[in-house]
């Protein structure tokens, strides 16, 4: 309906809309010049939003339900989505806003245009989200088909391979490779809905060249999907390098402390679509949100919501902090005789190091160190010599680290994918992703890089367990 086949009454709620969301707009504009770490300590609660919530320093928690409408105007614009308003905590919530907002900023730091942030409950259902609709609308019969990296998730890697293509017959193609150009051109046609890839990987550390991936994807229309979870913002950003949509397991490194679970779609505005209505392509996550968000009821809850944007303040310094640690203990374990091979791209023998070290940056590292400087991350994986056996007395044998399927975490936390994270897929879907039954996932804490070694080096030692 044409604004003007509503009442004077919802009219003028909408005009009040349409005045709040200049003043969002204008606050926006005003964040884009500051630092990234001020964004993350921030957000964009402010004193304009304070002075609404009592004078709080810290954005306040909405456990409510729902939203009180003043009047039936009032409930008629909000729910025609003519005014912003938040409703119902399925659809919107305020406190899941202040997450939001800030999310965007630091995905979007840098980057010129319009970016939005959908949070919903989990990284998986930020996936789903991020995906399922742009596999919509098929004809009878039409051929269509998705192109990912094989090296991913195992939870991406069963959505894709079960749920996509056993159970809906959508031609999941599967990179093998992620640094061969080539192989993700062979596989990218006019029915390709949408490019997916982790930069970089979880758990092999593959990365991927994602200016190139944006090209190839925008050649035949579809957005170029990333998932950087590993990273976070405070080391990559891929909407600054082309990408469309970026994808986030909000419950890793966003969340050092681990005490909640989410994740998000973060979207720059105009995205490239085969499928769905405009305001898809104008404003993905806007739309993922108020629309397939709605029906499908992936909410976070508020409470969750303030744990992370209470964790995430400080993101930028632990990025800097648990990479360089984790770089020392990959060096300590390369050089190790009881190791075959560790993937970190931070390596200089590691193969995708050239185009690490070409994307991934300290945001405002040069405020620091007085140059930009390269940061990886502090997630990494390595072989035991002697297989399956001596990889699992190693693990078992670990007294500092934590035996978790976890990551991000500021507690250093280790893992055996082939018997966890990437069990389901088979051994077929673990050869594809390429995991060996001895690879061990390492995540670095926070704890001194001395005592981590010392940790890995006792438990490398081999022999009996301790009592
Ligand atoms: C953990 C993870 C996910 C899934 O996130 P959840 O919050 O556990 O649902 C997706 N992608 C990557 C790279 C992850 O590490």
Redesign the pocket.
Known sequence: MADNDYSPGVRRYVEQGRQQLAAAAAGRRRLRGMKFDTLAVHGCYGMDAARENRGSINEPLYLSSAQHFENSDHMEAALAYLMPSWTYSRIANPTLGYLEETLALLEGYGFPGDVSACAV???????FLATNPLLADRRRGEKINLVAGSK??G??FMLFSERYAAERGIDVRWVRNPLDLDEWRSLIDDRTRFVFA?MP???GLAVCDIEALAELAHAVDAPLIV????ATPALLRPLCLGADIV??????SLNTGGLA???AVIARHQIPAKVGPPELRANYAGYLKLLPGRDFGPALSPFNALMILNDLRTLRAKMDRLSRNALRVACFLQDHPQVERVSYPGLAGDPGHALASRYMWLADGEDDYGEPVNRYGH?LAFTVRGGVGSARNMFDRLRLIWRATD??RIKSIATIPAIS?HQQQGEQGRDLAGIVPNLVRLNVGGEHPDDIIADLDQALAGGPLNP
Request: with cysteine; charged share 10%; hydrophobic share 40%.
């Open positions: 409950a989990s990284g998986m259902a930020a996936i991913c998730y939870g991406t982790e990987s979880n758990p998932d950087s979870t590993v994808v986030q397991s909000v419950s890793k679970i989410a994740g997630l990551l991000g994270t």
